[in-house]
């Protein structure tokens, strides 16, 4: 069984420019989450979709990220103006439904510089 | 609203001791609590889990945690450690699924 694939691995930019990441979850799976892990932190949840529409995005900072899952699949996360302190590690999980074990994907390294 | 704690930022082991990653964690209801692993460059990869079931949870590669209401601990244990045992740990406490991740311990083994 194919696992939860992201990508890029890595990216770096620089300060104010708008940087896009993609996660394809384990097949079947119905629920998909963003998490942001910054150095030295555990993960902190920035949005959760269940199929296609939204469950939980109080911590995603509205202004500058907005995310997407329009065929209930597949999803895609964007940082628009990206600011220093958004390096760090996004990772993208998935399960079968919002009460299943979560499988993480390798995670999106983004530097901003 | 939960929350979780991990004891210590960093453990050192040598290899073939037993291995003890402290975690605490708070929570209005009956929790569900997690352990994952995280080896460089590679995704969080469950350990074990507790969902109300026997407080002794078994997990793989070796790995239990015990879970103590009275001292709202779960606690991963390993009797002997290994070297690609050498990782980022995390305790997650989940409520209603909004899970809440500890800041890490990060577990050195030495030969």
């Known amino acids: 069984e194919a696992g939860v694939a992201q990508s890029p691995r890595y990216k770096i930019i620089e300060k104010r420019q708008s940087v896009a990441f993609w996660c394809n979850p384990i097949?079947?799976?119905?629920?998909l989450y963003w998490y942001q892990q910054i150095l030295g932190q555990g993960p902190k949840l920035l949005i959760q979709f269940q199929n296609n529409g939204v469950v939980d995005d109080s911590q995603l900072p509205k202004d500058r990220f907005s995310a997407e899952r329009l065929k209930g699949v597949d999803s895609t996360l964007k940082i628009q103006p990206a600011k220093l302190e958004d390096s760090a590690v996004y990772l993208c999980?998935?399960?079968?439904?919002?009460?299943?074990?979560?499988?993480f994907g390798a995670g999106t390294r983004l530097s901003v510089l | 609203a939960q929350s979780v704690t991990q004891l210590d930022s960093h453990v050192s082991v040598s290899e073939g001791t037993p291995v003890l990653l402290r975690c605490n964690y708070s929570?209005?209801?009956?929790?569900?609590l997690f352990w994952y692993v995280q080896h460089p460059n590679k995704g969080l990869q469950l350990l074990l889990k507790?969902?109300?079931?026997?407080?002794l949870v078994k997990g793989i590669n070796g790995f239990e945690a015990e879970f103590k209401k009275s001292e709202t601990s779960f606690h991963l244990t390993k009797p002997s450690a290994h070297m690609s045992d050498a990782a980022e740990y995390f305790c997650?406490?989940?409520?209603?699924?909004?899970?809440?991740f500890g800041a890490g311990t990060r577990l050195t083994v030495k030969p």
């Open positions: 999980a998935s399960s079968l439904g919002r009460l299943n074990i979560q499988y």
């Open positions: 997650v406490v989940s409520d209603n699924n909004d899970m809440r």
């Open positions: 929570s209005s209801y009956s929790p569900s």
């Open positions: 097949s079947g799976h119905a629920t």
């Open positions: 507790y969902t109300s079931a026997a407080t």
